[in-house]
């Protein structure tokens, strides 16, 4: 029987997370914890449940960011105005999340402490450059969520730290965002493929100025395109240049077969994926600024 906290600030609870690094968890919406603990795959001497901190919650605009507290539910950030109004395509990735038993309870901040590489939320939202930061009784750190994902269910957290927020810049001009998520299956299964694009067209919008390719389920972490992104960034967005960038995500990723699919059908399905989502982020660039699509 695990010993059960409930601390009422962040600073109480980072004590006890660091007197129990060893042998304790963190509990926020508990989606993915007490299953776990049903199936045995983990037994907590200590629980440390964060849902009745003040101040966890909620989704603010300010100074050039977006700041989504940890205990924010998907649900939430769905329906978030802000999100909805800065990048509907985030608003739409937490809308994907699951069943919505699971977006009312599971929160954005356990989402990504939990660090599978299925989950939609993290694809997104490395395709936006997002940061989190996390707190310790040492203080506060910063941690780009390109460096955050370091192995399957392992992220760049310390024992004794508690994520409290993730934070994207707010939307610039000629910027723009699109998510794919397909489902093989049912609607509330995990992704065979993810992928996000983020772009900024250039002054005359004859072209790719900066962009982000990221994917998801097709590794043991979140990853980014890299060659595929620079391959965007020298195009004019011809029909050549994104199959390129299709090509060259999908020799980017490492899938492993599964019932969602073959490692060769999800290289495929990659390939195919990017050049839409691309053409998705091109459209919402230039819907947010008011030019014909």
């Not at 105005?81 to 038993?101: G, M, N």
């Not at 009784?137 to 192995?151: C, E, K, M, N, V």
């Not at 020298?234 to 299709?246: R, T």
Request: with cysteine.
């Amino acid at each position: 029987m695990s010993e059960y906290y409930e601390p009422r600030t962040v600073q109480e609870a980072c004590e006890l997370v660091a007197r129990h690094a060893d042998d304790g968890k963190v509990l926020a919406g508990g989606t993915a914890l007490v299953l776990f603990m049903r199936q045995q795959l983990l037994r907590p001497e200590h629980l440390i449940n964060i849902q009745r901190i003040d101040g966890l919650g909620g989704i603010h605009v300010q100074g050039g960011e977006i700041t989504i507290r940890a205990l924010t539910t998907h649900a939430q950030a769905a329906r978030s105005s802000h999100l909805r109004d800065q990048y509907p395509a985030l608003a739409e990735t937490f809308a994907k999340v699951a069943t919505p038993r699971i977006r009312n309870a599971g929160t954005v901040g356990g989402n990504l402490a939990h660090g599978d590489p299925h989950l939609d939320p993290p694809v997104t939202l490395l395709a936006l450059d997002a940061w989190v930061d996390a707190e310790s009784s040492a203080g506060q750190r910063r941690i780009p969520l390109r460096q955050f994902f370091r192995d399957y269910y392992e992220t760049a957290l310390h024992p004794d730290e508690i994520l409290t927020q993730v934070g994207v810049p707010v939307r610039k001009a000629r910027c723009g965002l699109a998510f794919i998520k397909f489902l093989p299956r049912s609607q509330d299964d995990y992704a065979a493929v993810d992928v996000a694009v983020w772009l900024r067209l250039a002054q005359n919008r004859d072209g790719v100025e900066a962009a982000r390719i990221a994917l998801g389920s097709v590794g043991p972490v979140p990853l980014r395109a890299f060659g595929a992104e620079r391959v965007l960034e020298a195009s004019a967005l011809e029909e050549d240049a994104l199959a390129e960038a299709g090509r060259l995500a999908a020799a980017a990723c490492d899938p492993e077969s599964d019932v969602r699919g073959s490692t060769a059908y999800k290289r495929e399905l990659v390939s195919v994926l990017v050049g839409r989502a691309i053409r998705k982020a091109v459209a919402d660039a230039a819907r947010a600024d008011g030019q014909d699509i």
